[in-house]
C-alpha cells in the first residue's frame, strides 16, 4: 500500500447534527476505500435500567432518549405496552397521539430543514449566518418550528418531554375551543411551510442516485405516522407487492450486529442495506399525501407522489421533508377540525404477562420498541431499535458513493476541504439523531 | 479607527460556548426552542461553539476543534461524565471558560444515566451488549460539580426556555441569575392550580422539587414526578409519609425518586429510606398488587 496515494480525512466533530459523531474516510489513489461514520456519545444504558419498572414508566423514561423526538418513543413506548395488554387506543384519544406526533414533525423537520441543514446549500457556516443575507427565510423557519412547540405545549405541557402522555392515552385531553387557537397559527404555518417547500426546491442538488432499500410503516389511506405495517420496497423496484410483515416480526427481519471495528451497531434487513425516514416514507407513503402536500411536491420537482413516483437522490430529501412539513400541518388542521373531546382522557391498561410491541414513524425514521412484562407489569425485557442505527450503513455508503462521484470528477486532485464539506453534507441529508442510535452504543475509538 | 464598525461590534461580543457530554440534548434544543429570541440572542452574544447549530468555529469549519480553543466568557455545559476522556475533557472546558453553567439535570445531577451508581455496571454492559468487552465507560454517571468549579447549576429535565435566558441575560448584565429555589408549589399557587394532592389525594411530589416548569404535571392533571431535582432542604420525612397516605407502594416511591436526579445528594437518603423498606423481609408482598389505587 503507498503511502504517497493514501489519504485519510477525519472530521472529528460533525456539526449541525443532534448527538456528537465523527467520520473516518479513508482514500486511496482515486479510491474511496473506507467510510466509516463513527458515533462516541456515551452509552446511557436505557434497555437495561428499564428492567424491573413498571408498565407505566416507559414513556417518560424513553422520552429522555432524545431531546429532539421524545414524542416518538412516548409513542412507540406506549403502543408496545398498551399491545402486550391487550388494549387498543383509537377515535379521539387516538387521533389526538396523532396531533401531537403532528407537532413533532413539524418542529423537528423546520430544525433540521432551516437551522441545520439548509446552510449547506447556501454556503454558509450556520443559520446565524444565513440570516445575515436571507433572515426572511431563517424567520420563517422559526415560526414553522414554532407552530409544531405550539401544538406540543398544548397537548404535552411542553415540546421537550412532553409530560401529559401515558399509556392508555392523556393524564388531561383539551376541550374542542382549546385547540382553536392552534388551527390559526397552523393556516399560518401552511403559508409558511409551502414557502419553504418552494424555497429549498431552488437549492442547487448534487446530482445522486441512492440505491438502499427502503422501510417504513405503511398505512393504507393515509400517510403514515403513528401506526401502519412495517414495508419494504427497493427505490426502483416497484413491485405491486411490497414486502410487509407485522411489526411483532419486525426483529426477525432487522437484525442489528456489534462489530469489532466499528463502535456501533449496524443493522440489516432481511441482509441487505436499507434506509428508513423521509426518503422511504415517501416512497412508500406518498400517494396518500395529502393533495395541497401532493400539489407542492409536484411543484417542487419530485414527480407525481399519487402516481407513485419516489426520490431517490438523498440531497433532495431536504425538498421531501418540507413537503412532509406540509403534510403535517393539513394532517393536524384536519384533526383539529374533526376533534370531539373524548369522554375519558385514558384507557385502562391493566398489565398481564405478556410480550408487547410498538413502531411509529419517528421523523428521523421508523422507530420499534419491545417490551416483556411479568404479570404485575414489571418490565423484564426491553428492546428499542432507533431510527439512526438502522440507517448507519446507509449513510456509510452515500457518503463512499458522494466522495467517488467527486473524484470520477476530478481525479486525486480533488481537495481534501471539498471532499470533507461533500462527506458532511451527505451525512445531513439523512438528519442522525445519534443521541438515540447511542442510547447503546460502543465509544471505543479505533484509531490507525 | 475602526474601518468596519460591523465587524468590530461582532468581535466585541461576549462570547458563548455550548457543550455536550452524555445527554439526550434537549437542554441545548431549548437554547434553538428560543424562536423568537434566538437571532435577537446572536446579535447580544457571540456563539463561538456550539456543534449541534454550528461548524464555524475555528479555521477549517472548527473539524480538529472538538476540545475547543477559547476562552469563551460563558460555558452552557449539557450531560453528565460516563467516560474517562469527558472527565478529561470537562477539565479543559473549565479552563477556557470564565463562567460555567450547567444546564439541566444531567450536568446538574447525572442525570438519568446515574441510574448505573444503584446497580453493577458490568451487569448493565452484559445486558445491552452482546459483546460488553468492547464497551468503556466508566462505573458511575456524575455531575459536572463533582469534577470541577461550576458558577451556576441550572436544574431540569429539560431545563425551562425563560430560565435560560434568565441565566444568559443575567451573565450579559454581571449579575446573579434570578432563579427561585423554591418548590413547585409555588407555581401551582401562582398559577392557580387546585393543589391535586389536597382536592384528590393524587401523589405528588411538588413540595420537595425545585420550581421551574410552570408546575405544568398539575395543571394537566397529573402529579410533579420530581423531573426538575430536589429544592434547596427538602422535608423528606414528611414528603414519604405523604406519598405513602396518598396510595405510594414502597416500591413506587423509590422509582419516583430513582429516575432523573436519582444521584441527587438531596433525594438520595429517600431512596435509601424506600431501599431499607423493601430489604426489610415482608412474606408474601411478591404477587400483591402493587397499590390499591
Known amino acids: 500500500m503507498s503511502h504517497r496515494g493514501t489519504r485519510v480525512l477525519r472530521l472529528d466533530a460533525l456539526a449541525r447534527v443532534e448527538g456528537e459523531a465523527a ?71 387516538a387521533e389526538l397521539r396523532r396531533l401531537l406526533y403532528c407537532g413533532e414533525w413539524i418542529e ?68 374542542r375551543e382549546e385547540l382553536r387557537p392552534l388551527a390559526e397559527r397552523l393556516r399560518q404555518a401552511r403559508d409558511d411551510a409551502l414557502e419553504t417547500v418552494r424555497w429549498v426546491a431552488a437549492f442547487d442538488f448534487p446530482d445522486a442516485t441512492s440505491d438502499h432499500d427502503l422501510l417504513a410503516l405503511c398505512d393504507p389511506g393515509r400517510y403514515a405516522i403513528d401506526s401502519g405495517t412495517p414495508t419494504a420496497t427497493a427505490p426502483h423496484d416497484r413491485t405491486p407487492t411490497p414486502r410487509e410483515f407485522a411489526v411483532p416480526d419486525l426483529e426477525q427481519h432487522v437484525h442489528e450486529e456489534q462489530v469489532p471495528h466499528s463502535t456501533a451497531l449496524t443493522a440489516a434487513l432481511d441482509g441487505r442495506r436499507y434506509l428508513t425516514g423521509p426518503l422511504a416514507r415517501y416512497a412508500i407513503n406518498g400517494r396518500w399525501l395529502h393533495p395541497v402536500a401532493a400539489e407542492a411536491a409536484r411543484d417542487a420537482g419530485l414527480g407525481d407522489p399519487l402516481a407513485g413516483d419516489v426520490c431517490d437522490n438523498p440531497f433532495r430529501s431536504i425538498v421531501v421533508r418540507a413537503v412532509e412539513v406540509v403534510q403535517a400541518v393539513e394532517e393536524a388542521l384536519r384533526i383539529i377540525r374533526e376533534y370531539e373531546q373524548p369522554p375519558r382522557p385514558a384507557l385502562d391498561v391493566l398489565p398481564r404477562k405478556a410480550v408487547g410491541t410498538g413502531a411509529t414513524e419517528a421523523p428521523r425514521g421508523l422507530l420499534y420498541h419491545r417490551y416483556a412484562l411479568a404479570e404485575d407489569g414489571t418490565l423484564t425485557a426491553a428492546r428499542i431499535i432507533p431510527p439512526t442505527a438502522q440507517n448507519q450503513t446507509a449513510i456509510e455508503a452515500d457518503v463512499r458513493r458522494a466522495v467517488q462521484a467527486c473524484l470520477n470528477r476530478l481525479g486525486p486532485a480533488a481537495d481534501d476541504e471539498e471532499l470533507t464539506r461533500l462527506c458532511e453534507r451527505a451525512i445531513r441529508n439523512h438528519d442522525p439523531c445519534i443521541s438515540c442510535a447511542a442510547h447503546f452504543l460502543d465509544l471505543t475509538v479505533e484509531r490507525t | ?73 460563558l460555558s452552557l455545559v449539557e450531560g ?193 429510606l424506600a431501599a431499607e423498606e423493601q430489604d426489610t423481609p415482608r412474606a408474601g408482598t411478591e404477587n400483591e398488587p402493587e397499590r390499591p389505587v
Open chain 2, 80 to 272: 453528565s461524565i460516563t467516560t474517562a476522556e469527558d472527565a478529561e475533557r470537562i477539565q479543559h472546558i473549565r479552563r477556557i471558560s470564565r463562567r460555567l453553567v450547567t444546564i439541566g439535570a444531567c450536568a446538574t445531577a447525572g442525570g438519568i444515566q446515574a441510574l448505573r451508581n444503584f446497580g453493577d455496571v458490568d451487569e448493565f454492559r452484559a445486558a445491552v451488549y452482546a459483546r460488553p468487552d468492547y464497551i468503556s465507560t466508566l462505573e458511575t454517571s456524575t455531575p459536572v460539580s463533582a469534577h470541577v468549579p461550576v458558577d451556576f447549576e441550572l436544574r431540569g429535565c429539560p431545563i425551562d426556555r425563560r430560565q435560560l435566558l434568565e441565566v444568559i441575560t443575567a451573565h450579559l448584565a454581571g449579575r446573579k441569575p434570578q432563579i427561585p429555589g423554591h418548590s413547585v408549589c409555588f407555581e401551582c399557587k401562582r398559577r392557580g392550580t387546585t393543589c391535586i394532592t389536597v382536592a384528590h389525594g393524587t401523589p405528588c411530589l411538588g413540595p420537595v422539587t425545585h420550581a421551574g416548569c410552570g408546575a405544568i404535571c398539575p395543571a394537566y392533571g397529573r402529579g410533579c414526578y420530581g423531573c426538575f431535582g430536589p429544592t434547596a432542604r427538602p422535608n423528606l420525612r414528611s414528603m414519604i409519609a405523604q406519598l405513602r397516605r396518598d396510595g405510594m407502594s414502597e416500591t413506587d416511591i423509590l422509582r419516583v425518586f430513582r429516575t432523573f436526579n436519582a444521584a441527587s445528594p438531596e433525594y438520595a437518603p429517600v431512596a435509601d
Open chain 1, 23 to 93: 467520520l473516518h474516510l479513508r482514500v486511496q489513489e482515486d479510491t474511496v476505500t473506507e467510510a466509516r461514520l463513527r458515533i462516541y456519545e456515551p452509552p446511557r444504558f436505557f434497555e437495561a435500567f428499564l428492567i424491573g419498572r413498571a408498565h407505566t414508566e416507559p414513556p417518560d423514561i424513553t422520552a429522555r432518549i432524545c431531546g429532539i423526538c421524545p414524542v416518538a418513543y412516548q409513542m412507540s413506548a406506549c403502543q408496545a405496552i398498551e399491545n402486550a395488554c391487550g388494549v387498543t387506543v383509537d377515535g379521539p384519544l
Open chain 1, 108 to 175: 423537528s423537520h423546520a430544525l433540521h430543514i432551516h437551522l441545520l441543514h439548509a446552510p449547506d446549500f447556501l454556503g454558509r457556516a450556520d443559520a446565524v449566518e444565513l440570516a445575515r443575507d436571507q433572515r426572511a427565510a431563517v424567520e420563517r423557519g422559526l415560526r414553522i418550528k414554532q407552530t409544531g412547540n405550539a401544538i406540543l405545549e398544548q397537548l404535552g405541557g411542553r415540546p421537550i418531554h412532553p409530560v401529559n402522555v401515558r399509556v392508555g392515552g392523556f393524564y388531561r385531553t383539551p376541550a
Open chain 2, 1 to 73: 479607527m475602526e474601518t468596519d464598525r460591523g465587524t468590530a461590534d461582532i468581535q466585541t461580543l461576549p462570547t458563548l460556548a455550548v457543550w455536550k457530554f452524555a445527554s439526550c440534548d434537549g437542554c441545548q434544543l431549548t437554547l434553538l426552542d428560543c424562536e423568537d429570541e434566538l437571532l435577537g440572542l446572536t446579535e447580544q452574544v457571540r456563539i463561538e461553539h456550539f456543534l449541534e447549530m454550528s461548524g464555524a468555529e475555528g479555521p477549517g469549519g472548527g473539524r480538529a476543534e472538538l476540545a475547543g480553543r477559547g476562552p469563551y466568557d
